[in-house]
């Protein structure tokens, strides 16, 4: 599903990173293409696409929490 009110994952994600470093991780059963070509560009993002097993995930969260 997408978040309530009138902002996407997305906005979400450019509104977090104009304000913190945190990492981000985008779980999604949709299309990763345009996904990664609207933040592609921002450090610590990383992609999955459902399902991913809780392993993939595990790996993913260390992964971006280990860039700098």
């Known amino acids: 599903g ?13 509104h977090l990173r104009a304000r913190t470093d945190i990492p981000i991780v985008f779980f ?13 560009h921002l450090k610590r993002v990383a992609f999955l696409e459902k399902p991913s097993s809780v392993a993939t995930l595990v790996s993913t ?4 929490l280990a860039e700098p």
């Open 61 to 64: 969260m260390r992964q971006v």
């Open 28 to 40: 999604t059963g949709d299309d990763l293409r345009p996904l990664r070509e609207r933040v592609g």
């Open 2 to 14: 997408h978040l309530a009110g009138d902002i996407d994952g997305i906005q979400m994600a450019l």
